[in-house]
């Protein structure tokens, strides 16, 4: 079993750039991905990004493919969201969540940390 918190969330303008930790404790030699989701004030939650955790592969949502990029660092036990040309927008509650089964990268997220919340000015 593995233990999940995102960090790294704040305030920023809009133009600016963010970059989201989600740090992984206990067992994660059996992961096979870490997603991304957000969820706005009221909306719905969306999948953002995801990677696995073995390969390396990425995986980004049409909409904001361009202006993420996700990475990981497995010696840190470290999964990265790099945001930039942010937009109000974006503001929402980020969660990182960890994925064991195959399948879809977009679905299927058993294990889920707390969120971070970043804000987006305009």
């Known amino acids: 079993q593995v233990q999940l918190q995102a960090c790294g969330g704040g305030l920023v303008q809009t133009g600016g750039s963010l970059r989201l930790s989600c740090a992984a404790s206990?067992?994660?030699?059996?992961?096979?991905?870490v997603g991304w989701f957000r969820q706005a004030q009221g909306g719905e939650r969306e999948f953002v990004a995801a990677?696995?955790?073995?390969?390396?592969?990425?995986y980004y949502a049409d909409s904001e493919k361009g202006r993420l990029s996700i990475s990981r660092d497995n010696a840190k036990n470290t999964v990265y969201l790099q945001m930039n040309s942010l937009k109000p927008e974006d503001t929402a509650d980020y969660y990182c969540?960890?994925?064991?089964?195959?399948?879809?990268?977009?679905?299927?997220?058993?294990?889920w940390g707390q969120g971070t919340l970043v804000t987006v000015s305009s």
């Open positions: 969540a960890a994925k064991y089964g195959g399948g879809s990268y977009t679905q299927s997220y058993s294990v």
């Open positions: 206990g067992r994660t030699s059996n992961l096979y991905a």
């Open positions: 990677i696995s955790w073995s390969g390396g592969r990425t």
